[in-house]
């Protein structure tokens, strides 16, 4: 398990083939954090089932409409609300997949603040 509490550092290779972007980063069984520059992913189940995924995103020193989107390589995907964020709060909001996910998918979440990209967690779930 400390393994899983790794942070991911940058994003990885373009798969052309499908077209998604994958970053490159830990694998887990479905339950830890995991954060990209401001932005965090956390789960809070076992196995290879992903019942509510939490993102959230650092703010800084201005105000800022927030948002995140929330996805897994095998189709499934959520978009969070969005909200105007006062100076130095963080935004969170949560996703419900409610189902298991093969091992192997990956989860990733994108942040973003005033319309721009600020940080890009992605984690491999496994069994």
Known sequence: ???LRKIV????ATAAAVGLVLAAGPTASADGKWCNNSVCIETYDSG???GRVEVSVINTNQPHRISARVWTTDGWSA???VEDVDAFRTYRDQAYP???FPAGTRLCAE???GGDSVGL???TITD
């Open 1 to 3: 398990m400390t393994n």
């Open 9 to 12: 550092a940058g994003i990885g």
């Open 48 to 50: 290879t089932y992903l």
């Open 79 to 81: 978009n969070t609300k």
């Open 98 to 100: 409610q189902r298991h």
């Open 111 to 113: 942040g973003f603040r």
């Open 121 to 123: 967690p992605c984690v």
